[in-house]
C-alpha cells in the first residue's frame, strides 16, 4: 500500500459595488470547491475554508479516479457582486512512499523534480561560473 496526500486549494475574491443591498439582506458571493475519489477520499474548500488536505492508504499500480469540481455565484440588490475565482482550484497529490510515481491519465508526473540538473542548466552553471572566475582573476 502507498500513502498518497492530496491538496487543494482555493484563490479569488469577493465583492459587491455600493448600494448594491439597497436596503436588503447584504450581497454576497460564494465559492466552494470539493475533490473526490473513493470513498476514503473527500476534500472541500469554500471562500471561508480556503484549503484542505488528506492522505489515503492505495493499492500499488492501480487507478485511483478522482474529481474536482469549483462552483460560484452570488446576488446583490441595485447593484452588483464579482465572484473572481476563475479556474483557481489548485490541486496537488504527492506520495511519502519511496518508489511511488503519481502519474495522471494525461502522462503528467507528479513525482518529485530530479536532483540531477538538466545538461543544458549544467553547461549554462559551468558558463557562468567560468566567467565569474576569470572576473575574479583579472582584478
Known sequence: ??????????????SATDGATYGHANAACAANGALGGPPNLSLGVSDDHIA?????SWAEGTVLPIAAYLTTGGYAWNGLFDASFADTLQVYAWS???????TS???HDYGPPSAVPEP????????????????????
Open 1 to 14: 500500500m502507498a500513502s498518497l496526500t492530496f491538496s487543494i486549494s482555493l484563490a479569488g475574491s469577493c
Open 52 to 56: 484542505s488536505t488528506a492522505t489515503i
Open 96 to 102: 511519502n512512499t519511496p518508489g511511488i510515481v503519481l
Open 105 to 107: 491519465a494525461s502522462g
Open 120 to 139: 543544458g542548466g549544467a553547461l549554462l552553471l559551468a558558463a557562468g561560473l567560468l566567467v565569474l572566475a576569470t572576473r575574479a582573476r583579472r582584478r
